[in-house]
């Protein structure tokens, strides 16, 4: 198990997950990371097929693309194969992404236009969220103390606006490079402006959180730092030469600094959450 699965296995389990509400073999807190890792798995390789009309090395993009496949494809199994005694919702979810991911597949054996390739993108992405949140509204069902309910709520916001920053920042490389392929869409360069107003809102967010540690602020100087050049090479209209390189670069970049982020507001959280646990069911005295 990955140290962030482990400890968002360690968050839910302190709040209340018992066996006797686990997702299959594993947690709901670990079929909730799992599945929100789908968005980002499918943004990475969307970012490698578009990559692949641009680049001069086809066979480094396929290698990237196929180990972002058989990630997605390990993670969706592992969901399906351990979805028997969940909800109606999730398995439906399930089927549907499924059924996006067969269609999806099919986009490395054609040569796509970028705007087939964004719009199979959205599709299965939207299903992946809808997955996402079915998974996490069955397992507050399980959820028994209200208390516990509020503080976990509090702490699923925080760690689901750090993790989601890995797509954004992949999605702001996909939108890039399309936006380089059909410079007359502009809509398409549109995006790019919203998704980094939303990097910028969610980075303020985070950074005015009351329990950030020394760890977490020094990470957030280097994604504002990372901020700082992503916009040297997104203005004047990405005239500047080799530029998409440059976001690609950024975008990876970003993501691994939001990944120890991430993993660190897991650990922060699964501490403070465990001691609270713990502090409170030690102290019971038998009579």
């Known amino acids: 198990m990955s140290r962030s699965l482990f400890f968002i296995s360690v968050l839910f389990c302190s709040l209340g997950c018992f066996p006797n509400t686990s997702f299959g073999t594993i947690s709901y807190g670990e079929a909730v990371y799992i599945s929100s890792q789908q968005s980002i798995l499918i943004q990475r ?3 490698m097929l578009l990559l692949e009309q641009k680049s001069s090395k086809p066979l480094t993009t396929k290698k990237e693309f196929d180990l972002g496949y058989a990630k997605f494809e390990t993670n969706l ?5 351990n979805s028997e005694g969940t909800t109606t919702k999730i ?4 089927r549907q992404v499924h ?3 067969n ?4 986009l490395q054996h054609s040569k796509s236009s970028p705007l087939k390739i964004l719009d199979y993108t959205q599709q299965i992405i939207q299903e992946c969220e ?4 079915n998974i996490e509204r069955a397992s507050i069902l399980f959820t028994e103390d209200q208390n516990a309910l509020i503080l976990k709520k509090d702490q699923e916001v925080t760690i689901e606006i750090a993790s989601r920053q890995s797509m954004l920042s992949q999605q702001l490389a996909v939108y890039f490079l399309a936006c380089e392929l059909r410079p007359n869409m502009k809509y398409l360069c549109q995006e790019i402006e919203q998704i980094r107003t939303q990097q910028k809102n969610d980075l303020e967010s985070l950074i005015f959180n009351s329990l950030n540690n020394d760890e977490i602020e020094d990470n957030f100087s280097i994604v504002t730092a990372l901020f700082e050049n992503l916009d040297f090479y997104v203005a004047d209209n990405f005239n500047k030469s080799l530029s998409y390189h440059k976001i690609v670069q950024f975008s990876n970049e970003i993501s691994n600094v939001y990944n120890k982020i991430t993993e660190q507001y897991l650990d922060l959280y699964g501490s403070i959450t465990m001691f609270s646990y713990v502090t409170k069911h030690q102290i019971q005295i038998p009579r």
């Open 45 to 47: 390789m969307t970012k």
């Open 103 to 106: 269609l999806y597949k099919q």
């Open 91 to 94: 398995k439906f979810s399930l």
């Open 77 to 81: 199994y592992t969901l399906k194969n």
């Open 99 to 101: 059924k996006k991911w």
């Open 130 to 133: 809808l997955l996402t949140k």
